[in-house]
């Protein structure tokens, strides 16, 4: 495995924003991500995993250590036969839900057109109108930060909303679904309706990471927002869109700190005006914690 040296990482994320890494893995397999790791270790650096890159804010300072990417590790889907899949850390969520619905394995239908790598949905509970990850993973294989692989249950795992608190400080290599069955045809047709929701309801035509805040008890971030009269705010290259106000867009090369303001900006903003405190789902890199 190659460890490059000053790797940028606007190429690395949906919002197409951020600085470099000074080193930056890529892995294949699971040996790939211990050398990774070791590397890591040896050489005294903090490190941080990316998937797809799609729920990530990378400052533009960039990331002094290692970034571990996982967008290619185990690029494999095994289909047992029995309603089980295994699928690899780094196949896309999109290839995975094509292959479920084609073989008339339900479950993960309506979670069509989320982005990022099936890692990065299981660190994340990715889901979408009423499935989540969680409803259907079994089991997953993880790397703890000393390189040992652990088989962690879906109560293990840890699923909360938009969380898997059992994968903290580890590396997710794989992961096992058990599906209902649904002829492949009600399931594709399923996809495709969800598709044009997403495409009808959704700013798809500049970067994002899809909705910024998490949905705050009893109510929605983005009408949170819209209340608030946010929708068009703008700061720099970035702005809260039109069509969805829970979606903040790189509308004209946008830098990671005129998103991460106008993230600061909406939630002082909805906390003066409403008294709640919305809550980033886009996770941070590089950002002072
Ligand atoms: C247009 C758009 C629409 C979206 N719609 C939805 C939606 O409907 N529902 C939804 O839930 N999300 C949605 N998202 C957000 C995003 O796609 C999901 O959170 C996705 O699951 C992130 O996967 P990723 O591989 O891109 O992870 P990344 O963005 O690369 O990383 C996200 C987090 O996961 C960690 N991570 C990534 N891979 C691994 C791994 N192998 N092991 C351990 N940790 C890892 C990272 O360290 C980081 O903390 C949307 C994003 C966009 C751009």
Same mark, same amino acid.
């Given at each position: 495995?190659?460890?490059?040296?000053?790797?940028?990482?606007?190429?690395?994320?949906?919002?197409?924003?951020?600085?470099?890494?000074?080193?930056?893995? %890529?892995?294949?397999?699971?040996?790939? %991500? $211990?050398?990774?790791?070791?590397?890591?270790?040896?050489?005294?650096?903090?490190?941080? %995993?990316?998937? =797809?890159?799609?729920?990530?804010? &990378?400052?533009?300072?960039?990331?002094?250590?290692?970034?571990?990417?996982?967008?290619?590790?185990?690029?494999?889907?095994?289909?047992?036969?029995?309603?089980?899949?295994?699928?690899?850390?780094?196949?896309?969520?999109?290839?995975?839900?094509?292959?479920?619905?084609?073989?008339?394995?339900?479950?993960?239908?309506?979670?069509?057109?989320?982005?990022?790598?099936?890692?990065?949905?299981?660190?994340?509970?990715?889901?979408?109108?009423?499935?989540?990850?969680?409803?259907?993973?079994?089991?997953?294989?993880?790397?703890?930060?000393?390189? $040992?692989?652990? &088989?962690?249950?879906?109560?293990?795992? =840890?699923?909360?909303?938009?969380?898997?608190?059992?994968?903290?400080?580890?590396?997710?290599?794989? @992961?096992?679904?058990?599906?209902?069955?649904?002829?492949?045809?009600?399931?594709? *047709?399923? $996809?495709?309706?969800?598709?044009?929701?997403?495409?009808?309801?959704?700013?798809?035509?500049?970067?994002?990471?899809?909705?910024?805040?998490?949905?705050?008890?009893? *109510?929605? @971030?983005?009408?949170? &927002?819209?209340?608030?009269?946010?929708? =068009?705010?703008?700061?720099?290259?970035?702005?809260?869109?039109?069509?969805?106000? *829970?979606?903040?867009?790189?509308?004209? *090369?946008?830098?990671?700190?005129?998103?991460?303001?106008?993230?600061?900006?909406?939630?002082?903003? %909805?906390?003066?005006?409403?008294?709640?405190?919305?809550?980033?789902?886009?996770?941070?890199?590089?950002?002072?914690?």
């Amino acid at each position: 495995m190659i460890i490059e040296k000053n790797v940028f990482l606007k190429e690395y994320t949906s919002y197409k924003t951020g600085g470099m890494a000074k080193y930056f893995a %890529v892995c294949y397999n699971n040996d790939d %991500v $211990r050398q990774a790791l070791d590397f890591a270790h040896s050489n005294n650096l903090d490190y941080e %995993v990316i998937g =797809g890159g799609s729920n990530l804010l &990378i400052s533009d300072g960039g990331y002094n250590g290692l970034i571990i990417c996982t967008a290619k590790l185990n690029r494999y889907i095994i289909n047992y036969g029995n309603n089980i899949i295994k699928c690899g850390a780094g196949i896309s969520l999109a290839d995975l839900v094509y292959y479920t619905c084609s073989h008339g394995f339900s479950g993960m239908e309506s979670m069509a057109g989320i982005p990022g790598s099936t890692g990065g949905a299981v660190k994340m509970n990715a889901g979408a109108y009423n499935q989540e990850i969680k409803d259907t993973n079994i089991k997953a294989a993880l790397m703890d930060k000393n390189g $040992r692989i652990v &088989i962690k249950t879906n109560e293990e795992i =840890g699923y909360g909303y938009r969380l898997s608190s059992g994968t903290n400080d580890c590396i997710v290599l794989w @992961a096992e679904f058990l599906y209902g069955r649904k002829t492949s045809e009600e399931l594709l *047709n399923i $996809r495709k309706e969800i598709l044009e929701k997403r495409k009808e309801k959704q700013p798809l035509h500049k970067p994002s990471c899809g909705s910024v805040f998490k949905r705050p008890a009893g *109510n929605y @971030a983005g009408t949170l &927002i819209e209340k608030c009269g946010l929708k =068009g705010c703008r700061i720099g290259g970035a702005e809260v869109s039109i069509k969805h106000a *829970n979606f903040i867009l790189n509308e004209d *090369n946008a830098s990671s700190s005129d998103i991460y303001n106008l993230i600061l900006h909406i939630q002082n903003t %909805v906390y003066d005006k409403t008294g709640i405190k919305l809550e980033p789902e886009v996770r941070m890199i590089g950002f002072k914690k």
